[in-house]
């Protein structure tokens, strides 16, 4: 931390004697125009790269996101060197698979003393969508390098996640049950439990549907930039808002084997399928500074901004 705002004193201490200067010896503006576009990214990885010059262990500084719980990418659009619209958006999916082999059952449910079962393989799918977005408007201060801001935000989050999962061997009519199985681990984590061989389960999950996971929020924000070179600058900002976190019901199919009703013979089965719905499992409700609500991310961390 002392060697950050080491560095960051320096980079204030560089541009100092040209504090007044709002062009460069080029001619080229210092400040944002109309017209103008803006990304930022957290300042920490290049404050620690100067600070460490000179240091064997030092390396390049790396792009890192400011909003640390979904990790929108952000920008704003300057309708005028005063006012600019702030936006931002995540649209992600994943799918992530793991199989586990097992010996695969004989098809008549019996077993001749020394016979080598072929593999085949049981699988889970875990899949992930989230689309996040944001908007907002803020307005500047100041004729020097040196500018406040403030404005305020809203902020939506839409998730949810599916895991799937599909056995090589199937219910069996003889036993009732699959003597070789995986019981994958619930909760759509994507990794293998054990594998049962010769102690068999009759019911087993094929299907975790999560509830969807809603998150809203608005702020209002304060900053403030120094300009360190034309069209970039060194801030920092703060903010207090509401946000509200819900997750809402989801639903778990298992197959399970039974006894046949009315079977002459104890060793008559049937397979069924059962869903069972999950009630919403969390909820928040947030009023604060952004380091009580974590929608927004860290609160007042160093940006590095990029203007063009």
Avoid at 268 to 294: E, I, L, M, Q, R
Wanted: proline share 4%; aromatic share 10%; glycine share 12%.
């Amino acid at each position: 931390m002392k060697k950050s705002v080491l560095a960051l004193a320096m980079a204030f201490g560089v541009s100092s004697a040209f504090a007044q200067d709002l062009t460069s010896k080029k001619g080229e503006p210092i400040l944002p125009e109309a017209g103008d576009w803006a990304i930022s990214a957290s300042a920490n990885p290049f404050l620690n790269y100067i600070g460490m010059l000179g240091s064997a262990s030092n390396s390049a500084p790396q792009f890192n996101f400011l909003n640390g719980n979904n990790s929108l990418i952000t920008g704003k659009y300057f309708k005028d060197e005063k006012t600019a619209y702030r936006v931002g958006l995540n649209i992600g999916f994943s799918n992530n698979s793991v199989s586990n082999n097992v010996n695969q059952d004989p098809s008549d449910g019996t077993l001749a003393p020394g016979t080598v079962r072929p593999m085949v393989a049981d699988k889970q799918k875990v899949s992930n969508t989230g689309i996040g977005l944001s908007a907002g408007i803020e307005k500047r201060k100041g004729k020097t390098r040196l500018q406040g801001y403030y404005g305020a935000e809203a902020f939506l989050w839409i998730g949810s996640s599916t895991t799937k999962n599909t056995y090589a061997n199937a219910m069996s009519d003889s036993t009732g049950m699959a003597t070789s199985t995986t019981q994958f681990a619930t909760g759509g984590t994507g990794t293998t439990g054990t594998t049962y061989a010769g102690s068999p389960t009759s019911t087993r999950i094929t299907q975790i549907k999560n509830g969807t996971n809603f998150q809203f929020g608005v702020r209002g924000f304060v900053g403030v930039e120094y300009f360190i070179l034309p069209k970039i600058s060194l801030g920092g900002e703060f903010g207090w808002g509401i946000g509200i976190s819900t997750t809402g019901a989801g639903q778990t199919t298992t197959e399970a084997s039974y006894v046949k009703p009315n079977a002459p013979t104890a060793t008559s089965y049937a397979s069924s399928t059962n869903t069972v719905k999950n009630p919403g499992n969390s909820s928040a409700f947030v009023v604060g500074t952004d380091n009580k609500n974590s929608i927004f991310g860290p609160s007042g961390s160093l940006r590095l901004n990029f203007y063009f």
